[in-house]
């Protein structure tokens, strides 16, 4: 054989070339790095807090959890709890590009509502594909279609994967798709839907496939029936732990570590203390120690992967501001409820039903201001009105600074809201004066700032009403279904008969009941006028009005679908217009911001409510307190003195006792 034929013979070996081709061809594939397709390939805007590459050195816990999505990790179901803005939308978009790329496959990206998943496309994906050539290579130019409702899609120029982006409100519209892969952003906001569940119907999507990925993220809310509570409780239960910078023990960074010792005087000393060495850890040491933490599960039998993480791990955040935001929230129950949810990544444990109604009554008749007075520290004056079929109950309240108010008054207008005698009544209202404590004397020289009423039943009629003021002075409420509605939020239209749409000026207003009733009932707990987030009664309030304020509790109910929700109920022969009427007060302080009073604006308006009341008193007659802002402060005068105050009216006839005693005036 020449030199040049043994120089081939390889060639002619038919089973040494298909052992080699069969090694390359069927040699599986390494399993999908997310971490590292992410350091490769994504890039932020200027749009994001950490422009420029993706650095997995910044939050190193998030190796770990992007491992546990990689289809090669048998759990099905990863759960990510934790604080807001700690980089949790930047997992699931990396989840997202890199099962486009690395795993291509059908993906569904659900988000609570149709418009929080249109706003995510615009605010957080066309921006990464943007500042992502390899999604855009993979993508082709920017594009997406309309489908039914709001969805969202994202197909491969290969058709080998695509996403679809919905509501999981969208219903029908989603209802014929299915995933391998899915992510459920924002859990803890879904709805039960009358069809079912959301999240039930949600993992349906990937019930077909045997090796799906679900990934549920979520900051908490209530913890009574909050779903990534819940989720992440049937999981691993991981926490991050980091080695003390001193003694180099394991540990994780607990709230209540820095909380036991916070300097509320000195905010920016706040720190950790080891609790092998009981050295200082200190921010500074941040860094250091989350480069060399682990994570360490509670629950490691779990078939499910779940992981908790907060502020004071996220660089975003600095231990000083956590401390700050701690020391302003404390004491107010809705302000805690926030902290803990935003910033702790807790869910809020608030009671359930209010205290007996009669430690209130009997804390009120010791202890309460004089009835229709604003006490002071009552800096925003306003009112809630609730609409029955032959009267209509208004409840006047004052709110302070650090979450306290008082109930100053109550009273019980004949007649429907549909008739004269009903709305020349409330008309009074607006122009009616009260005294006030500011200034040391009493005169009657404060107005109304806003009445909220409600506008849920007779609609159309509390409409004529209202309309005929401005929207600064009066504003119609309703309470939303949602349990995790938010306390206010406008309601720009409605329909008409015929389906159009209808324009509310802005007038109208859904109010996140549930969630205020929660913090009202804890408020309505503390004892001690000085606390923040105190509730004060005048004297003089009959038993029925403490009854009905404390008439609800929240209990389950199993729906016929199986699935328990928590709802609100009372007592079926109990009244609650009290409760209602006090929800709906708080939601008109809300709109006067009440929630934003900073001390600054709280010393402002006493100044001009006590130079206020010198002046009447100087001048001895009854000019009215003209404020320089309509929001924040005490409304505006009406160019006619106003009547003098309406004699108490009776309640109807079957509606109980008057709620209010005579006024010497």
């Given at each position: 054989m020449s030199d040049v034929a043994a120089d081939f013979r390889p060639l002619a070996n038919l089973d040494w070339l298909f052992a080699t081709v069969a090694q390359k061809v069927l040699e599986p594939p390494a399993p999908p790095d997310y971490s590292a397709w992410a350091h490769e390939y994504v890039r932020f805007g200027e749009e994001s807090p950490f422009p420029g590459r993706y650095d997995p050195r910044r939050m190193p816990q998030f190796k770990r959890i992007l491992e546990g999505l990689s289809p090669d990790h048998p759990a099905r179901i990863v759960t990510l709890m934790g604080s807001a803005q700690i980089g949790k939308s930047v997992i699931c978009q990396v989840f997202v590009g890199g099962s486009l790329d690395l795993d291509?496959?059908?993906?569904?990206?659900?988000?609570?509502?149709?418009?929080?998943?249109?706003?995510?496309?615009?605010?957080?994906?066309?921006?990464?594909?943007?500042?992502?050539?390899?999604?855009?290579?993979?993508?082709?130019?920017?594009?997406?279609?309309?489908?039914?409702?709001?969805?969202?899609?994202?197909?491969?120029?290969?058709?080998?994967?695509?996403?679809?982006?919905?509501?999981?409100?969208?219903?029908?519209?989603?209802?014929?798709?299915?995933?391998?892969?899915?992510?459920?952003?924002?859990?803890?906001?879904?709805?039960?839907?009358?069809?079912?569940?959301?999240?039930?119907?949600?993992?349906?999507?990937?019930?077909?496939?045997?090796?799906a990925k679900i990934f549920k993220v979520s900051t908490p809310l209530l913890e009574h029936n909050c779903r990534i509570t819940r989720n992440y409780k049937a999981g691993t239960q991981e926490h991050y732990h980091v080695p003390c910078p001193h003694c180099g023990v394991m540990q994780e960074l607990v709230w209540e570590n820095m909380l036991a010792g916070l300097d509320e005087a000195d905010p920016d000393d706040a720190h950790f203390t080891c609790v092998a060495c009981d050295e200082r850890i200190e921010e500074r040491h941040r860094n250091q120690m989350i480069a060399s933490g682990d994570w360490v599960a509670n629950n490691p039998g779990a078939a499910d992967l779940s992981f908790y993480i907060w502020a004071a791990y996220s660089p975003s955040q600095s231990w000083a501001n956590i401390a700050r935001a701690w020391i302003k929230a404390k004491g107010n129950p809705a302000a805690e409820m926030v902290f803990l949810n935003d910033t702790i990544g807790r869910a809020y444990k608030g009671v359930g039903e209010s205290p007996p109604w009669e430690a209130l009554r009997d804390r009120a008749k010791e202890f309460g201001h004089k009835l229709g007075v604003i006490p002071h520290g009552g800096l925003i004056f306003v009112a809630g009105a609730d609409c029955q079929k032959d009267h209509v109950e208004v409840q006047f309240q004052a709110f302070g600074r650090d979450g306290r108010r008082w109930v100053v008054e109550y009273r019980v207008i004949p007649g429907h809201i549909s008739t004269d005698a009903c709305r020349t009544k409330l008309d009074e209202l607006l122009l009616e004066t009260w005294p006030d404590e500011h200034g040391g004397e009493r005169v009657p020289h404060r107005k109304l700032q806003m009445l909220a009423i409600d506008g849920n039943a007779w609609t159309r009629d509390v409409e004529d009403w209202a309309k005929k003021h401005p929207e600064t002075r009066v504003i119609m409420v309703r309470g939303a279904r949602s349990e995790t509605a938010p306390p206010l939020a406008a309601t720009q239209t409605d329909k008409k008969p015929d389906g159009k749409p209808r324009k509310r000026q802005k007038r109208f207003y859904n109010v996140g009941v549930s969630g205020l009733k929660t913090t009202l009932y804890t408020a309505l707990a503390k004892d001690d006028p000085q606390e923040r987030g105190f509730v004060g009664f005048p004297q003089g309030l009959e038993d029925e009005y403490f009854?009905?304020?404390?008439?609800?509790?929240?209990?389950?109910?199993?729906?016929?679908?199986?699935?328990?929700?928590?709802?609100?109920?009372?007592?079926?022969?109990?009244?609650?217009?009290?409760?209602?009427?006090?929800?709906?007060?708080?939601?008109?302080?809300?709109?006067?911001?009440?929630?934003?009073?900073?001390?600054?604006?709280a010393d402002e308006i006493e100044a001009r409510l006590a130079a206020a009341g010198a002046e009447i008193r100087n001048a001895a007659h009854p000019d009215l307190f003209e404020p320089s802002r309509p929001i924040v402060a005490a409304a505006p005068a009406p160019e006619t003195p106003a009547p003098p105050p309406a004699s108490p009216q009776p309640r109807p006839a079957g509606r109980g006792r008057v709620l209010r005693s005579s006024l010497a005036r």
């Open positions: 291509p496959c059908q993906v569904i990206y659900y988000h609570p509502t149709e418009s929080n998943a249109t706003e995510w496309v615009r605010t957080k994906w066309k921006p990464m594909i943007r500042n992502t050539p390899r999604l855009r290579e993979l993508l082709g130019e920017e594009r997406s279609r309309s489908g039914q409702q709001s969805i969202l899609y994202y197909e491969r120029q290969d058709g080998r994967g695509a996403l679809t982006v919905a509501g999981s409100n969208s219903g029908p519209a989603v209802s014929m798709k299915s995933a391998r892969v899915q992510i459920q952003d924002d859990l803890s906001k879904w709805e039960v839907l009358k069809a079912g569940d959301s999240e039930t119907g949600a993992d349906s999507r990937s019930m077909a496939f045997l090796f009854q009905e304020l404390c008439s609800e509790r929240r209990t389950p109910k199993k729906r016929a679908d199986g699935f328990t929700v928590y709802v609100w109920t009372k007592p079926e022969a109990q009244d609650n217009e009290a409760l209602d009427t006090a929800i709906y007060a708080e939601a008109a302080a809300i709109r006067c911001g009440w929630r934003a009073l900073t001390d600054k604006a």
